[in-house]
């Protein structure tokens, strides 16, 4: 898979350095590629991390553009450019803020095509970033992409690595239709191999990150990277884990996580969100209809308790789902306790 | 009320008057055949707003973008839609414009710049912004107009969408078709100001009220806002008076609306009133007007009859154009 042919460069880059990389290379090679968000443009310090740094001093300032702070105009002028043919990449600064432009993610960007009959489409890209362990509360940390994931339209996309960053973003500006990708605020400034520029890595396609026999972790996001850091503990206990990173909530790879539930008999879903009616749901209704009779034990979910995200620290890590947590679920279910 | 240099001829008259002919004759055959139980819909009646997209559209070519709502189905037609294209989308049919799959509320039209009709109360206007966007960034001349209520001006979108469109200076037109009630709510009891119009000092922008039932009136105010936006000059709003004849969907009544108002408005009809003005001018004989609304009638028998007549979409497209190929 071309995907992995990057990791033969030694050069490292953060993952925010990769999202901008795929911004900068898809502006480049496609002038339909548009921008848009609050503080995105340099004058205004190129975002509020610096993701978009340095596309408007390139492109020029009609096609990176700094909006006012409001987040329905902003996708709404997205879906209308993305309509005639534009290929708008829309930031919304935080995910709680994609609240405020539901009506045009969910009834206008995801059902146009639809709606139309197929006359029209919306090839929408939605970047929006989130995660607790920031202090930053319960407006500004939630993960929200079982509500996107639940919306048929919509893909949905949360990369974990510098790889998945920047091909997952290249593929989503690719896709004909609106796409939001997840990214994860505490993890923009880890490092990891610098991609090879043009890469894609396909939306809807999971990665087996360690493989195992014992027990299949699914995550994505963050959380993926919380799993693998559980692995030492888990091994300790005996268990050999395979780890998925599931990258794409939806479409998810049922056919890469069917068939190593199928060879392990155990599943752990993992992520951030809260548990009730989230995206590990989903995953575990299908895998116990397709896979019943070859499970060795009740498919297991964790993620956040059903509360808001606190703010005090104690708190906040008490919420967020990590390697300690993943860990100790693992043990538990494979030792049957 | 407004007056400036822009005064519509003879036949660009007589045009506009072709088109509410249409528009009229069209609504009151929408509510005969869903009466007669020939079709079952949901429909928004535009039955005393003809002149409003008349005069609109004789000002726009068919490349101008419309974004309009529920209650559009006047301001289509009026763009060029093809009458028998819209009876088979009404109808639920595999020859209208959306297969069948948008219906009254999510009619699009690619053809004829119809490319949005939303169910949202407001939610035109956003996506009209992103179209005058891309005719921006392309240098194009073309103009969007997204048209709404004035229940619409209480709405974020409103606000969000006219202040963006001031600060790109976007080649739009925000037309309200102020009806005076949002679904049963009477225009005070909603709206904090006496005029939308006046909403626009708030964003920087141009901003003009407008008797929605005199076309030459309306002709001027859309001619001045067209050449703005086609001159780079940024975004107007406009306020066209108006009134609904019906209730807010069909089979409500309009309880609420008092009689002696509903009288007055129905006196002020803007059909009668223009169709007399063109014979007293001089620019159509009442035996040519008279020929022009027996053709539409003729047209609508027509129109009718195919779309009952198409088939309904195949199953298949119940999940059909969810998502595209991907790239």
């Known amino acids: 898979m071309s995907e992995t042919q990057g990791q033969t460069q030694a050069k490292q880059i953060t993952v925010l350095e990769a999202y901008k990389a795929a911004l900068m290379d898809a502006m480049t090679d496609d002038d339909q590629v548009i921008v848009l968000g609050e503080d995105i443009a340099d004058p205004e310090e190129g975002g509020v991390v610096g993701v978009t740094r340095g596309l408007s001093s390139k492109f020029g300032e009609l096609r990176v553009r700094t909006t006012p702070i409001a987040e329905e105009a902003i996708i709404g002028a997205s879906v209308g450019a993305a309509l005639v043919g534009f290929k708008p990449v829309a930031e919304i600064m935080l995910m709680n803020f994609t609240t405020v432009a539901m009506d045009m993610i969910v009834n206008h960007a995801a059902k146009l095509r639809y709606m139309s009959g197929g006359q029209t489409h919306v090839p929408l890209v939605i970047r929006t970033m989130t995660g607790g362990g920031m202090s930053t509360g319960g407006q500004h940390s939630d993960y929200y992409e079982a509500w996107f994931a639940h919306t048929p339209g919509m893909k949905v996309v949360c990369p974990s690595t510098t790889e998945d960053a920047y091909g997952l973003l290249r593929s989503a500006i690719d896709d004909p239709d609106p796409v939001l990708i997840i990214e994860n605020l505490p993890i923009y400034w880890t490092k990891g191999p610098a991609p090879t520029p043009g890469t894609r890595v396909p939306l809807g396609k999971a990665k087996v990150v360690v493989p195992g026999t014992d027990v299949t972790i699914v995550s994505y996001s963050r959380t993926a990277l919380e799993s693998l850091g559980a692995l030492k503990a888990i091994a300790e206990a005996g268990i050999s884990a395979e780890v998925i990173d599931l990258r794409t909530v939806s479409p998810w790879d049922q056919e890469t996580v069917l068939a190593s539930v199928e060879k392990t008999g155990r599943l752990l879903i993992a992520h951030e969100a809260v548990v009730p009616f989230g995206a590990g749901a989903e995953i575990a209704a299908v895998v116990q209809e397709k896979l019943f009779g070859k499970l060795k034990a009740p498919v297991k979910r964790i993620g956040a308790p059903f509360n808001p995200v606190p703010f005090s620290k104690p708190l906040e890590a008490a919420h967020v789902t990590d390697a300690a947590k993943i860990a100790a679920a693992t043990i538990a279910l494979v030792k049957g306790n | ?327």
């Open chain 2, 1 to 327: 009320m407004t007056t400036n240099a822009y005064v519509p001829d003879g036949p660009t008259q007589l045009e506009m008057f072709r088109k509410m002919a249409l528009l009229k004759a069209n609504d009151e055959r929408s509510r005969k055949v869903i009466t007669t139980g020939r079709l079952v819909m949901p429909y928004y009646s535009y039955r005393g707003q003809e002149a409003i997209p008349s005069a609109l559209a004789v000002n726009l070519k068919d490349t101008d973008y419309l974004c309009t709502i529920y209650r559009g189905i006047h301001d289509m037609l009026a763009k060029g839609l093809p009458l028998k294209a819209l009876w088979a989308e009404i109808a639920g049919r595999v020859d209208g414009t959306c297969k069948g799959k948008g219906g009254p509320m999510h009619l699009t039209d690619v053809e004829r710049g119809v490319m949005v009709t939303t169910g949202i109360v407001g939610a035109s206007m956003p996506i009209a912004n992103g179209l005058a966007w891309a005719t921006q960034l392309r240098g194009e001349d073309r103009v969007t107009v997204a048209t709404f209520g004035d229940g619409a001006s209480n709405i974020g979108a409103f606000h969000e969408s006219l202040n963006l469109a001031a600060v790109w200076k976007l080649p739009v037109i925000f037309l309200c078709q102020n009806n005076r009630y949002g679904e049963h709510t009477k225009y005070a009891k909603a709206t904090g100001a006496a005029r939308i119009a006046d909403r626009a000092i708030s964003y920087g922008i141009t901003g003009v009220r407008v008797d929605g039932n005199d076309p030459v009136a309306l002709y001027a105010v859309f001619a001045e806002a067209v050449a703005r936006a086609r001159a780079g000059e940024g975004p107007t709003l406009i306020e066209a008076m108006t009134f609904r004849f019906h209730g807010h969907v069909f089979g409500d009544k309009g309880g609420y609306i008092p009689a002696e108002e509903m009288a007055e408005a129905i006196a002020n009809d803007p059909y009668p009133r223009f169709r007399a003005k063109l014979v007293a001018d001089g620019i159509a004989t009442e035996e040519e007007l008279a020929a022009i609304e027996a053709g539409f009638e003729a047209d609508l028998d027509e129109a009718v009859e195919y779309a009952l007549a198409s088939p309904f979409p195949g199953l298949e497209e119940v999940t059909t154009d969810v998502y595209g190929a991907a790239a």
